[in-house]
């Protein structure tokens, strides 16, 4: 079984920085961790993933350049550094864990309950 523990949202004014932490407890090797994101009235869209101890990364389009994640293997934690923060990255975001490896939300086995981060102008 895998616990995911989320932290880091808050308020930010536009043009700021946030950053997230997700710690994963049980079996995380070989896995795949994934930030998603859910604004108020939207689908749950996927923001970014890693492969851990392989390093290889995925982001969608909107993040690209803007936000970066990272693992510490050490600490079984996972970051997303957010930077130049705009009002429509206001959103609930989670962390999910892809046993798989896979990156996407369908491939995503275990969530956690997500943290606020809102974005004004």
């Known amino acids: 079984q895998v616990q995911l523990v989320e932290s880091g949202g808050g308020l930010v004014q536009a043009g700021g920085s946030l950053r997230l932490s997700c710690v994963a407890s049980?079996?995380?090797?070989?896995?795949?961790m994934g930030w998603f994101r859910q604004a108020p009235g939207k689908e749950r869209e996927f923001v970014a993933a890693?492969?851990?101890?392989?390093?290889?990364?995925w982001y969608e389009d909107s993040v690209k350049g803007r936000f970066t994640i990272s693992e510490d293997y050490a600490k079984n934690t996972v970051y997303l550094q957010m930077n130049s923060l705009k009002p429509e990255d206001t959103a609930v975001y989670l962390c999910?864990?892809?046993?798989?490896?896979?990156?996407?939300?369908?491939?995503?086995?275990?969530w956690g309950k997500g943290t606020l981060v809102s974005v004004s102008l």
């Open positions: 890693i492969k851990w101890s392989g390093g290889t990364t």
């Open positions: 049980g079996r995380t090797y070989s896995s795949t």
């Open positions: 999910a864990l892809s046993l798989s490896g896979r990156p996407m939300d369908v491939d995503m086995d275990y």
